[in-house]
């Protein structure tokens, strides 16, 4: 009957990846050639009159100069801040922080494809994932936190719940709208005010929330937005006039600001690193876990905190999952990010394509297997092809350490309780994966896994109502839902 | 006898029937679809931004997979005579235009049906099995097959018994397919699942996997009477069965939705989700027909957008 021998068979892709340009517009959106600081809502120049590049990684084309704030603007924004949370914010009822909140959101909906323009021209993420995740995600998160802002005493009953006074707020580079998202709603529906600091090398769509703040005729101070590098950070963090730190970033950095604060009143949730375990067992619907798994590791070029980056196999299905797996990297488009028809984006930047590549060449050099996809990729700008390694140790530095690309290890487990502890085996614990049919093996490793979250069936799935945060490495604190309320009160 | 001689045959004996039970996988124990998944995964390929020359050559090619269907009882000669003279000449105007694949009728029209497409190349599908609830006994269903076949159908669209599927028969099923297959002699079978009357997507997977096993040259989701027709999540599920089977046997099976395509947009996202799901050996009228009716207009509407820049109202192009 068969007439081939079965590993001579191959499905051909080439088509499947050559669609003709399907860019989306960029004259949806106008980038000026200068922002500046925006402190007690206004666009005011940094005292130090020093301003750096930002550049679109997917041309290493300049879009743009970027005020850099020293410790004298960073002094003048919590001054603001301060101000505003004591003249107005503190006293203004919750139904009407809401009502600014909610206006806030619609102005975001109403300006979402220019948001989604910008995101991804200075970031480098595929139109598409701006388009249908990062910016209506973002909106959800005010609509949702609006939603709280007049029923705190329901979300912790019997608990007089009082607002913290300014939150400094500091976000990373691979989701900059959507974190000051994450970041700056629950601080004003619980009635703090902010000074936010985006990632220098993707401040645009931050700056262009601030206009929107402004549009919004939010009180001025309420929200101040500070651009510039670790050193802006660290002055934010270290202002004694700060109540709360809420970071988003590396472990290292999480760590330096853990810190600085110790011994000062300053709460703080920390958000680090993730090295997550995603499970496959051989009762799974092996496609949609091979999608989840695809979803998991190449969105957003793997620049993701809870990216599936380590997947584990039951051995009686590894070889099916595997081909599987290298079939449906032959058809993700690597490329142009505004093209709608583009899967992988632009690496954020130079450094961090050079920091995957030095883990591709460690994995080699460790004796792991490296596969990439054939897509072609283009010359100028920062890409990466899909990668996975098979013949991986636990013990590899490839399956230890966040790569933060798109890049995925693969091992092999026989046992529930095996994979269990090598799933946590490791010092992070953001999230986790696990693909089975059987909802009592779902129930049993969601006991077990030490990470923040874990989706049972699917991956990288987020809702405001649910909360998101780490075990272990992977910080402390939790965003998101009514649990992400409580970081910015005191609950007395 | 020497010993070598007689360990030589135990080996082979050893060897025969693990070959037969290798070849029967147990349809009980198909593999698991995830309905949030599939279905996610299809509406995914709906993302796809198709323009310019790869929406020509899409619609092109759409046109030439075309089943151009007519399956009512009161079908008359006139009509199907009708229907294949737009099969071979879809809209003249339009200079080089493909013709559809096929025109597919009731085993009643067959005869008229073949006269009137001659030697253009379009060939004539014949539902039978009684066609479309199948409810009847194997021996009408093989003499309905058989009549088609006297008439000159080149391909049989039969329908499964569903009854017997939900029952948890699927060896009457798995000899009900291969039984007509074998009365079809050089005729393609294409095996109708019916999914809208399966009620899962596990039970699509499993009959999809049934019917390749015992001979189909084809699978079809719907015999267009029943609600929901084809949709993207189960034709995908059923692509992925296909695949899953070619990777196993090396034969390549063809895949068929029948119901509900009816504009040219949607017809373009199957397509794609066909692409990148068995690539482009696939993406021709041997492996890939669209059963429907009222699609080739549609696509005719959008390739005359393309060369005049203009929309022309639906009366421009002939119904039938």
């Known amino acids: 009957m068969a007439t081939k021998k079965n590993n001579t068979l191959k499905l051909k892709f080439e088509s499947a990846r050559s669609y003709a340009p399907a860019p989306e517009s960029r004259s949806a959106a106008t980038i000026n050639e200068r922002y500046e600081l925006f402190i007690n809502g206004k666009f005011d120049k940094p005292q130090g009159k020093k301003y750096f590049d930002s550049i679109n990684p997917a041309t290493e084309e300049k879009l743009s100069s970027i005020a850099e704030a020293g410790a004298a603007d960073v002094d003048r924004a919590v001054k603001a801040a301060r101000n505003a949370y004591d003249t107005t914010w503190k006293k203004m009822p919750g139904k009407e922080r809401g009502k600014y909140i909610f206006r806030i959101a619609r102005m975001m909906q109403e300006r979402a494809r220019e948001l989604a323009v910008v995101e991804t021209l200075d970031g480098g993420k595929p139109i598409r994932e701006s388009r249908d995740f990062d910016v209506p995600t973002a909106a959800n998160h005010f609509f949702y936190y609006a939603g709280w802002a007049d029923k705190l005493e329901y979300a912790f009953p019997a608990k007089k719940p009082q607002s913290l006074g300014v939150a400094g707020q500091i976000v990373p580079w691979n989701f900059p709208l959507l974190m000051a998202a994450w970041k700056i709603a629950p601080a004003l529906a619980t009635g703090n005010t902010v000074v936010l600091k985006p990632a220098e090398n993707t401040s645009l769509t931050a700056l262009r929330l601030a206009e929107i703040i402004q549009e919004a005729d939010l009180p001025p101070g309420v929200v101040n937005i500070i651009t510039g590098a670790g050193a802006t950070g660290a002055a934010l963090v270290n202002h004694p006039d700060v109540n709360k730190i809420a970071f988003t970033g590396s472990t290292e950095v999480g760590k330096i600001i853990a810190r600085s604060i110790a011994g000062t009143n300053k709460k703080a949730t920390l958000e680090l690193g993730g090295k997550a375990a995603n499970i496959i067992f051989d009762d799974a619907p092996l496609d949609q876990a091979v999608e989840g798994v695809v979803n998991g590791i190449f969105f957003n070029q793997g620049h993701v905190c809870c990216a599936g980056s380590r997947l584990y196999v039951q051995e009686s299905v590894y070889k099916e999952v595997l081909r599987k797996l290298k079939d449906r990297l032959e058809t993700l488009i690597v490329g142009d990010p505004m093209d709608k028809n583009t899967d992988i984006g632009a690496i954020n930047s130079k450094e961090q394509l050079n920091n995957i590549n030095k883990y591709l060449k460690i994995g080699q050099q460790e004796g792991a297997e490296m596969y990439q996809s054939s897509v072609p990729i283009p010359a100028k700008g920062f890409y990466c092809r899909p990668t996975i390694f098979t013949n991986v140790a636990q013990s590899s530095r490839i399956s230890q350490e966040e790569i933060f690309g798109p890049v995925l290890t693969i091992q092999t487990f026989r046992t529930e309780d095996e994979v269990i502890e090598k799933a946590n085996n490791s010092p992070y614990g953001l999230s986790a994966g696990v693909w089975t049919d059987k909802g009592s093996k779902i129930f049993n490793l969601t006991t077990k896994l030490r990470a923040g979250v874990v989706w049972a069936n699917t991956y990288n799935q987020f809702d405001p109502a649910s909360p998101f945060g780490g075990y272990k490495e992977s910080g402390y604190g939790r965003e998101g839902g009514l649990h992400g309320l409580a970081p910015y009160l005191n609950l007395s | ?320």
């Open chain 2, 1 to 320: 006898m020497s010993p070598t001689i007689v360990v030589n045959l135990a080996l082979t004996h050893l060897i025969m029937p693990q070959k037969i039970i290798s070849a029967q996988p147990d349809f009980s124990i198909s593999p698991r679809v995830d309905q949030v998944g599939i279905i996610e995964r299809a509406a995914r390929f709906t993302k796809r931004s198709i323009k310019n020359e790869t929406k020509l050559n899409g619609l092109l090619l759409t046109l030439n997979m075309i089943d151009l269907t007519t399956l009512e009882g009161k079908d008359s000669e006139g009509k199907v005579k009708q229907l294949c003279y737009k099969a071979i000449h879809l809209h003249d105007t339009y200079q080089g235009l493909p013709t559809v694949a096929a025109v597919c009728v009731y085993p009643s029209m067959v005869k008229t049906a073949k006269h009137a497409l001659g030697n253009s190349g379009v060939k004539v599908a014949s539902v039978s099995t009684a066609f479309p609830s199948g409810q009847s006994s194997r021996e009408v269903k093989l003499r309905d097959t058989k009549f088609a076949i006297d008439q000159g159908a080149d391909e049989i669209d039969m329908v499964i018994s569903r009854g017997r599927f939900l029952q948890g028969e699927y060896n009457f099923i798995y000899d009900e397919i291969a039984t007509i297959k074998e009365a079809c002699g050089d005729a393609r079978l294409k095996v109708i699942l019916e999914t809208g009357e399966l009620g899962t997507f596990d039970k699509v997977r499993k009959a999809s996997d049934i019917a390749m096993h015992a001979g189909a040259d084809f699978i079809k989701t719907s015999t267009g009477k029943i609600s929901p027709a084809a949709t993207m999540p189960v034709t995908l599920v059923m692509l992925e069965a296909i695949r899953d089977y070619y990777y196993k046997t090396g034969r390549m099976v063809g895949m068929k939705p029948a119901g509900g395509i009816s504009k040219s947009k949607l017809a373009l996202h199957y397509l794609v989700m066909l692409n990148e799901t068995l690539g482009e050996d696939w993406m021709n009228n041997q492996w890939f027909r669209f059963g429907a009716s009222s699609l080739a207009n549609d696509v005719l509407m959008q390739i005359m957008k393309a060369k005049t820049g203009i929309y022309q109202g639906k009366d421009y192009f002939a119904i039938d």
